[in-house]
C-alpha cells in the first residue's frame, strides 16, 4: 500500500484562480503548505519519517522543481514516487505524465489507483544543473532554455498571461510572437534575438565551441506539449539538447521542419543525446520557466538518478 502526502504551494496560479484546492479528497493524509524552501525541507523530512512513499506535489513546474531540488538533502533513505497534480501557469510533466483534471478530482484518482494497485508508473531522471563556484546544491528540474528561450519566458511572463493564457497555451503563444517577431527582424527587440548570446558549449567533455546562440534548450523528458519535439541525433545519454546558432540560418525553414518533427538539416542547427552539457554564459538561464544567475563559473547540466514518477 503506498501512503501518500501532499505538498500544496497556495501561491501557484491554480490556487489563486480557486481551481486547484482539494475539498476534502485529501482527508486522513499529511497535507502541508510550505511558505518557504526551509519549510519545504522540513515538510519532507517529517513526510519521510511518517512513512510516506507517494509524494503528490499539488502545484505547477516551479513547485516540481523545488520539490525536485530538495529532496536530496531533506529525504534520508531512497526519495519517494512523484505525482505531479497540475495546478500552475505551466505543468509540463503533469501533462507529459498523461495527468488530467485539477483540484479533488485528480487528487482523488490518485487515491483511488494507488488503493487498487493500478498507478501508472514511469522511471526517468531529471535535470541537474550545477553552477560552480557557487557553492550551493544543484538545481533540479525538467526544461533548461538560454538565449531565445529566455526572452520568450520574459514574454510569457507579461503580455500573454496577462490576456488569460496558462499553461501550455501561454507556452505556444510566446514561442509563436518570439518566432514571429525574430522572422521580422524589426525593432531593438527583434535585432538582439537574432544576434543571439554568446556562450560556450561542450558536449560530453569535448571541446568547446564559442559562438552567439539564438536558442539552447536541454530535457531529460522524451515529449513536450502540442506534440512538439525539436530534439533529433544520435548518443547515448538521457539529456537531450537543441542549439541553433545565431543569427539563426533558414529561421522559417528550420521552424517548419521542427513542427513536422524532422531535423531541419541545415547548418547551425543541432541537436543529439548527452551525458552532460558544460556551459559558460554571462545571461541568465531559465529552468522550468524561472530565470537564475548562471554564477561566475559555467554550468553544468547533467541527468539525475532515475526517479518514479506516477500517474492514475
Known sequence: MQRLGIISNPRSRGHLDGVAGLDGADAGLPHALPPDRA??????ADF???GVT????NGGDGTLREVLGALPEAWPGPPPALAPLAAGRTNLLARTLGQRGKGPAALQALRDAAAAGRLRRE????LEV???GLGEAPLRGLLFGAAGFVHATRMANGAPRQRGLKDNAAVGATALLTAVQTLSG???QARAL???TPMRVAVDGAAGVEAPRFILLATTLDRLMFGLWPFWG?????LRWLDVAAPPPRLLGGLWSLLRRRPPGLPGWHSGRADALDLSLDEPFVLDGELFDPGPAGVRLRPSTPLVFVSA
Open 234 to 238: 544520435d548518443g547515448a545519454g538521457a
Open 186 to 188: 524589426r525593432g531593438p
Open 54 to 57: 507517494l509524494l503528490v506535489v
Open 194 to 196: 537574432r544576434q543571439g
Open 39 to 44: 519549510a519545504l525541507r522540513a515538510t519532507l
Open 123 to 126: 522511471l526517468r531522471p531529471v
Open 48 to 50: 519521510a519519517a511518517q
Open 130 to 132: 550545477h553552477r560552480a
